[in-house]
C-alpha cells in the first residue's frame, strides 16, 4: 500500500487541528443556554387580590339597610370580581368559606349599572317609619349620601339585583334562603 504514511498522517493532523477549532468557534459564537424560569413565589393569587380589594371596600363603605350603588365605584370591574368570587367558591375547602363567598355575591348583586353618583334608597313612609325605627336607619354611620327615590324606581333597580343573585345562585347552585 503507502510506502510513506507521512503525508496521510499530516492530513489527518491538519483536519483534527481544523475540527478542533471549528469547534472552538462555535462554542464561543453559540447564543446562551435557555434560562430557567424563576420559581414562583407564593403569595395570594391575583383572585384573592380581587377578593381583599373588594372586601375591605366594601367594609369601608359601611352600607346601611337596602342601598344600591352604580358599578363605577368598585375597586375592579364587577366581571372581574364576580369570576374570582365564582372561583373562590369552587376552591372554597370548607363551609365556613362558602358562607364568607356567598355573602360576597350577596354584596356585589347590591351594585348596579346606570345607578348613577349617589346610591339609591327606597323612601320610607312616616307610617313605616313608626313601625320599624331600625328600618332604613340614617345614624351617620354611612360613608356616603343615598339618594331617596321612590317606590317604583327602587324596585326596578331591586329586581335587577335579585334577578342577577337568582342567576349567580343557580350557577353555583346554591340553595337561596331568604333574609
Not at 325605627?133 to 354611620?141: K, M
Request: charged share 25%; hydrophobic share 40%.
Amino acid at each position: 500500500m503507502f510506502v510513506d504514511s507521512t503525508p496521510f498522517i499530516i492530513a489527518l493532523v491538519v483536519t483534527f487541528c481544523f475540527m478542533i477549532c471549528v469547534a472552538i468557534w462555535n462554542n464561543i459564537n453559540a447564543p446562551p443556554p435557555p434560562q430557567k424560569a424563576p420559581p414562583i413565589e407564593p403569595g395570594p393569587s391575583r383572585t384573592r387580590e380581587i377578593l381583599a380589594r373588594f372586601s375591605e371596600f366594601y367594609m369601608n363603605l359601611n352600607p346601611q339597610g337596602e342601598t344600591i350603588f352604580d358599578t363605577g365605584i368598585l375597586p375592579d370591574p364587577k366581571q372581574h370580581i364576580v369570576h374570582a368570587l365564582y372561583v373562590g367558591f369552587d376552591e372554597s375547602e370548607n363551609d365556613e368559606e362558602r358562607l364568607a363567598i356567598e355573602r360576597g355575591i350577596r354584596a356585589i348583586v347590591t351594585f348596579q349599572e346606570r345607578v348613577g353618583e349617589e346610591p339609591i334608597k327606597r323612601k320610607i313612609s312616616e307610617t313605616e317609619k313608626a313601625l320599624s325605627p331600625s328600618l332604613n336607619d340614617e345614624n351617620g354611620v354611612e360613608t356616603f349620601n343615598a339618594k331617596f327615590v321612590d317606590d317604583e324606581e327602587f324596585i326596578k333597580m331591586a329586581t335587577l339585583r335579585d334577578q342577577e343573585l337568582e342567576l349567580h345562585f343557580q350557577h353555583l347552585k346554591i340553595e337561596i334562603i331568604e333574609e
